[in-house]
């Protein structure tokens, strides 16, 4: 199957900064990306739909302005987690769908805010 | 009616057995089905995918789709400890010029050795 990167695997930040993490298609370009979250023993939840070279969809609910997506390539979608609190800690996992309308995950990562 | 519904289990079968997941979903337009593997801790691993009624196996996978039913379900053959995971049904939802997957619940299955 094709792959997906995602880079840091991990972070542990203090409460006020910004992170940001970085998805990538390493084998098939795609045009649009795909970012949840998932916290301990619950569904995968979408935030945001990621389009190259448009603005993200966000589902309701999801702050845009604290999730912050870039789709500046056909290989590379970036979320940055802005004046990141407690709350937002979580397990951060993006997807990119190739042309087949297969979704593919990339490893996730997990925040920590301190 | 949720938009995608799985037995939530847990289910458990004995090493060698046939596991057997199922699925319904309610958008009777829905065209792509897609089953993910997710250990605990990871991120989901797709490891089939149907858009056709019918049968697909890949080794020990057998995926099967009824649209007219609304049903996908997947089946593991000679089930190893190693499959031992959560098993993610799902679907794709078009809403206007969106796709977006929408995933069940999750099957909890384990393979006892």
């Known amino acids: 199957g094709a792959v997906v990167s995602q880079h840091p695997s991990w972070v542990i930040c203090k409460s006020g900064t910004s992170v940001k993490i970085e998805c990538r298609s390493l084998d098939f370009q795609a045009t649009t990306m795909f970012w949840y979250r998932q916290f301990p023993k619950q569904s995968l939840m979408l935030m945001a739909t990621s389009n190259e070279g448009s603005k993200a969809t966000y589902e309701q609910g999801v702050e845009k302005d604290k999730f912050l997506i870039n789709h500046a390539s056909l290989t590379l979608s970036t979320l940055t987690v802005t004046s990141a609190h407690p709350e937002d800690s979580s397990f951060y996992i993006c997807?990119?769908?190739?042309?087949?309308?297969?979704?593919?995950f990339g490893p996730g990562t997990r925040l920590t805010v301190l | 009616q949720k938009e995608v519904e799985q037995n939530s289990g847990p289910l458990s079968v004995p090493e060698g057995a046939i596991a057997s997941l199922n699925c319904t979903y309610s958008?009777?337009?829905?065209?792509?089905f897609f089953w993910y593997r997710q250990y605990s801790g990871k991120s989901p691993e797709l490891i089939m995918s149907i858009y056709s009624n019918g049968d697909k196996e890949d080794g020990r996978f057998t995926a099967q789709l009824n649209k007219a039913s609304q049903y996908v379900s997947l089946l593991i053959r000679d089930s190893q400890p190693s499959d031992s995971a959560t098993y993610l049904c799902a679907v794709n939802k078009v809403t206007g010029s969106a796709r977006q997957l929408t995933f069940g619940s999750g099957t909890q299955l384990t393979v006892l050795p």
């Open positions: 997807s990119a769908r190739n042309m087949g309308d297969e979704q593919f």
């Open positions: 958008d009777r337009v829905s065209q792509s």
